[in-house]
């Protein structure tokens, strides 16, 4: 399996960004797909998930309402829509998958599979 994470950039506070993650090497339909993110001298932390065969998302409270995970089954990606970006949403974004469909979410030693992450920057 295979994550390839694009998207990433320099953005002002308020504008937005998408970003992609592009899943290869086997079918996903039973998997949990997440993204995580992590700023300088911080711990990893959750942002999003979505589970692949139903469509369920969760989001942690700092980007609920900011924020849509999504995917296209057709393409095998799944995107991050990130609107009303903050400057505390700075940091590498990774995108993860959980093979084992399991419901911890936030829990990145759930994840199995790790994308090699994007930078995303929010001036202020």
């Not at 998997?31 to 998930?49: I, L, S």
């Not at 998958?97 to 911890?104: E, F, K, P």
């Not at 030693?109 to 994007?118: E, L, N, P, R, S």
Request: proline share 2%.
């Amino acid at each position: 399996v295979q994550l390839q994470a694009s998207g990433g950039g320099l953005v002002q506070a308020g504008g937005s960004l998408r970003l992609s993650c592009a899943a290869s090497g086997r079918t996903f339909s039973s998997y949990v797909m997440a993204w995580f993110r992590q700023a300088p001298g911080k711990e990893r932390e959750f942002v999003a998930a979505l589970r692949w065969s139903s469509g369920f998302t969760y989001y942690s409270n700092s980007v609920k309402g900011r924020f849509t995970i999504s995917r296209d089954n057709a393409k095998n990606t799944v995107y991050l829509q990130m609107n009303s970006l903050k400057p505390e949403d700075t940091a590498v974004y990774y995108c993860a998958a959980d093979r084992q469909g399991t419901y911890y979410y936030t829990i990145s030693g759930q994840y199995d599979y790790w994308g090699q992450g994007t930078q995303v920057t929010v001036s202020s």
